[in-house]
């Protein structure tokens, strides 16, 4: 009897201890997880971006660029109300962290914002509008105001849907992000076309053909899909050899014969199918890149930032593709519920 006594507290004791064990071991294991999606998996994924060389430094140009980051407002009202506090800081961390990456690993000479910098910037009031001017300048901080172009979107000023373009909404754009519609980087010159307002930046007729100076048009909504008396205006007065959009929350290429522009070759890009696009430019066709948003929040699976490389006639062009926050999140709910299994199962075995 005394045996059995002995042999039964001999067992829960070692069960005891095990079981500390077994919970350190699961919290450590958790934890390791957390960092690996956190901060290794971003690591991890820049092996499969492709560097861009320059064979002259001196003529050659960097480009960094972001579409539709869309930071969320700061009231977002949605079923997950009680949580939105935690939907938008995981938001603003992903972004900020994502463009760190990418920043680091372009070191461009220019970053440009190619507009839908808010969710709602153009209905949110004067007081909302500031706190998300703060956020929006904490996760892409400014280095040097020469360094960075922003364009307006339809989020930022209105123009789609029954949101109303105001003075009022231009005038708050503007003098928060105040810059010329003709900037120019020594072979480069970039032009902003507004197509929500239909305005077109005052500049001397372009000339296709010579590439002495590069003239690449930066609109939010893209100009070669649909054609218009606009678009027309736009590419018969700046005759830009390359053009720049985002808006879609898609990556594509889209090219045309700069004159005759009747047909369209479309080439889209996707974590599958990603390279170093190579083009020469003032030859025939002009080029149209969508840039794909950088925010998981629109809903779309394949998410990332521009990265071109201009150096004399010659475009170098790809996409730096992010992790999926999507795929990572659903980990985490696994994860979560696998811990509450262990956790239940040492409970109450005996």
Sequence with gaps: MLRMVYFRYFNRRIFSICKKHIIIFILLLSLFYVYYVEILS?????????????SNTSKCLKILLVADPQIIEHEEKDIWNHLRFITKYDSDSYLKKTYRHALNFAQPDVTIFLGDLMDEGSI?????????????FNIFPKQDDNKHIWIPGDNDIGGEGLERITPKKINRFMSNFDQADVIEFE???????????????????????????INIALSHVPLMFVPSVFVEKVMSHLQPQLIFAGHKHRAMI????AFLRQDRHIVPITTEYNKVFKFTLGLNDVYE????????????ENIGF?????????????????????????????????????????????
């Design 42 to 54: 971003h690591v991890y994924n820049e092996r499969n971006w492709f560097h861009i060389e320059c």
């Design 306 to 350: 521009g990265y071109a490389v201009i150096e004399n006639d010659e475009l170098k062009y790809t996409v730096l593709w992010s992790p999926s926050r999507f795929h990572q999140l659903w980990n985490y709910i696994f994860v979560l519920l696998m811990l509450l299994v262990c956790f239940i199962i040492i409970k109450f075995y005996k």
């Design 289 to 300: 890149i969508l840039v794909p948003t950088c925010s998981y929040r629109m809903g779309t």
């Design 254 to 257: 889209i090219s045309t014969s």
């Design 124 to 136: 949110a009031t004067d007081e909302e509008y500031n706190e998300n001017l703060n956020r929006f």
């Design 187 to 213: 072979q480069v010159t970039f032009l902003k076309v507004n197509y929500l307002t239909h305005s077109v930046p005052k500049y001397k007729k372009g000339n296709f053909y010579n590439t002495s100076m």
